[in-house]
Nanobody, 121 residues
Framework: QVQLVESGGGLVQPGESLRLSCAASGSISSINDMAWYRQAPGKQRELVASITSGGTTNYADSVKGRFTISRDNAKNTQYLQMNILKPEDTAVYYC???????????????WGQGTQVTVSS
């Protein structure tokens, strides 16, 4: 059973930082693209940042210069470093990945359970 487990959410004040982690576990052969999405109350889920297996990154305009996505392939883990957080960054953050298991099963995509990030003074 392949799954993604997120951690690192919480309540912070505007201008502060948080680092989210998303660890993939199970019988994993390879992980292709990885990404972070977020969903605020009453809004659609939106892409925050993505990273390919080769390390190419892409960001939503609203987070460029403040957020950094990275991955540790040896640990099957992706990260989202969030700096200079704003109240409008408040949302549930979900990680997503495209994973192939050793049994040849393709999980495309697979989602984490979500972690709440609240930015408020």
């Amino acid at each position: 059973q392949v799954q993604l487990v997120e951690s690192g959410g919480g309540l912070v004040q505007p201008g502060e930082s948080l680092r989210l982690s998303c660890a993939a576990s199970g019988s994993i052969s390879s992980i292709n693209d990885m990404a972070w999405y977020r969903q605020a109350p009453g809004k659609q889920r939106e892409l925050v940042a993505s990273i390919t297996s080769g390390g190419t990154t892409n960001y939503a305009d609203s987070v460029k210069g403040r957020f950094t996505i990275s991955r540790d392939n040896a640990k099957n883990t992706q990260y989202l470093q969030m700096n200079i957080l704003k109240p409008e960054d408040t949302a549930v953050y979900y990680c997503k990945a495209d994973i192939r298991s050793y049994r040849g099963i393709v999980y495309s995509p697979i989602w984490g359970q979500g972690t709440q990030v609240t930015v408020s003074s």
